[in-house]
């Protein structure tokens, strides 16, 4: 399951917990004094997108 959820990311890699603690050190600090109403995934690019695999079941239909 893990590397599944690897290949459908950005960053191939797993996140630690160290990658939460940063995002939320940030919000509570002084450098986030202006940010307001969005969001922010600390997914390794799961939500923004990722490569197709070249096995996508998306590229064999595109021809259909």
Known sequence: MRKYIQSRQALKMQGHVRDIAEAILFLG???????????????GGQVAG?????????????GA
């Open 29 to 43: 600090s002084e450098r986030s004094r202006y940010m307001t109403g969005m969001l922010m995934p600390v997914d």
């Open 50 to 62: 990722n490569v197709r695999p070249e096995s996508s079941p998306l590229d064999r239909s595109a």
